[in-house]
């Protein structure tokens, strides 16, 4: 079906939305619809993608609060001068905040074409269930209200994702990131280059010395790890009846192989749910380099080699990608 036949979007949008995977199509033009919503009225505005042609300074523009604000003080019996203020502000905010959702909506389009393999649904593969309505609804006043582009791109990776897996956020996700100020956002980045699945080794984020802790006891106050403080945690692997033990995050998949039944164990701070949605909406992380890293500060005499590996999405088998470290490679390197 054509997406002409759902909806009445730009031919602008339309052509976009055919590169994304057959499946993705209906929920990426329900965002698209809800999100651009009046203005699909003036294609032009978003077709040029010039943000100016529908603000206030325009002459129709003009015209039209003009003509509001005359009949909005007939039917109020005040000032006209007043009322125009008045509507001067309550239609340039509504103008504003349909900037804001085609800003966020752009962005969401964006992801969807420079992000490929994240659409991870193969041709004849059923459409993924109909994007939640609340959660829409709660989405969008949250996209209204996204005024800087950072913001905006945020939320535009957030609805890419919950296109391609409805109900991969949650509400609270919704709220967080409104919350998190620039610099908490950054030391979460940071936090999470050493991270790889829901964990992340407290070897690589403890400060050295135990001189300052401050920014893991933040993280774990707002809910975004476990094991800062207190006792901590630690993680007990054992190796499967074939030798193997895998962390995953995503595609990617960390394979350990050590002895049958022998066990490993390193203390780590865990994320939380919350802090996993997150984690995925930070911009240019490197999974591999993430995944390479956390195996080699556990690396100990259980674990005998180490690969990255992309997991297969027909049967779930893993495909070899990298050699992190084995005994063969070991031994010619040292000689």
């Keep these: 079906m054509s997406t002409s036949e759902h ?37 032009v505005a978003w077709m040029a993608q010039k943000k100016a042609q529908i603000e206030a300074q325009t002459q ?28 001067n502000i309550l239609v340039r905010k509504a103008y504003q905040k349909q ?24 041709p004849n593969e059923a459409p993924p269930p109909n994007l939640d309505e609340d959660w829409l609804n709660v989405f969008e006043r949250y996209a209204e209200d996204a005024s800087t582009e ?15 897996k409805p ?37 690589l984020v403890k400060p050295q010395k135990d001189k300052d802790i401050r920014s893991l006891i933040f993280l774990e106050s707002a809910g975004l790890i476990q094991g800062a403080s207190g006792l901590g945690l630690t993680n007990k692997v054992t190796f499967d009846s074939s030798g193997n033990a ?24 865990v994320l939380t749910p919350l802090g996993q949605e997150l984690l995925s909406l930070i911009p240019g992380r490197d999974a591999r380099a993430a995944a390479r890293k956390v195996a080699q500060s556990i690396k100990s005499a259980a674990i005998k080699s180490a690969f990255l ?4 999405q027909s049967n779930d088998t893993l495909i070899l990608t990298e050699i992190i470290w084995q005994p063969e490679l070991e031994v010619n390197q040292s000689t």
């Design 7 to 43: 909806s009445n979007l730009p031919a602008q949008i339309a052509e976009v939305i055919a590169g994304v995977p057959k499946a993705l199509i209906p929920n990426s033009v329900k965002a698209l619809d809800r999100l651009i919503g009046a203005a699909v009225d003036i294609p």
């Design 60 to 87: 129709s523009y003009t015209s039209i609060e003009k003509s509001i604000a005359e009949e909005a003080a007939k039917i109020a019996g005040g000032n006209a001068d007043t009322v125009q203020n008045a509507v």
């Design 99 to 122: 900037i804001n959702r085609e800003s966020v909506a752009t962005a969401m389009v964006e992801d969807m074409r420079t992000n490929p393999g994240e659409n991870s649904h193969t």
């Design 150 to 164: 950072r913001m905006q791109n945020l939320w535009g990776r957030v609805l890419a994702g919950e296109i391609r």
């Design 167 to 203: 109900g991969r956020y949650s509400m609270r996700i919704l709220r967080f990131p409104s919350e998190f100020s620039q610099a908490d956002g950054l030391t979460f980045a940071e936090f999470c280059t050493s991270a790889f699945g829901d964990l992340a080794p407290k070897s």
């Design 246 to 269: 895998i962390m995953r995050e995503g595609p990617l998949a960390l394979l350990l192989q050590g002895l049958p039944g022998e066990t490993f164990e390193y203390e780590t701070c």
């Design 309 to 312: 590996t992309t997991i297969s």
